[in-house]
């Protein structure tokens, strides 16, 4: 024997899953995206122009990928706080 059904109609099974799938699927609109990529290259580029004036949290921050750039704020914040 089987195993015993977790839904007794197609339509039971297909409205399990879409209510799954508004719970884990996330919306962006392209223009937020867009925004967020803006900030980041204004991020980056105000990281490396201080850096290049000597700011020595901004050479610990720099990094050739915004995701390690990021992590480098983060950590270097976090940092700061704790002293």
Not at 43 to 71: F, H, Q
Request: include cysteine; hydrophobic fraction near 40%.
């Amino acid at each position: 024997m089987g195993r015993p059904r977790k839904y007794n109609t197609a339509a039971e099974k297909q409205a399990a899953y879409r209510q799954r799938l508004t719970r884990e699927t996330v919306v962006l609109h392209r223009w937020q995206v867009d925004q967020l990529q803006l900030r980041l290259d204004m991020l980056d580029k105000a990281i490396r122009a201080a850096a290049n004036r000597g700011s020595a949290l901004a050479v610990a921050c720099r990094s050739a990928s915004r995701e390690t750039m990021l992590e480098n704020l983060i950590r270097a914040f976090d940092q700061l706080e704790r002293t």
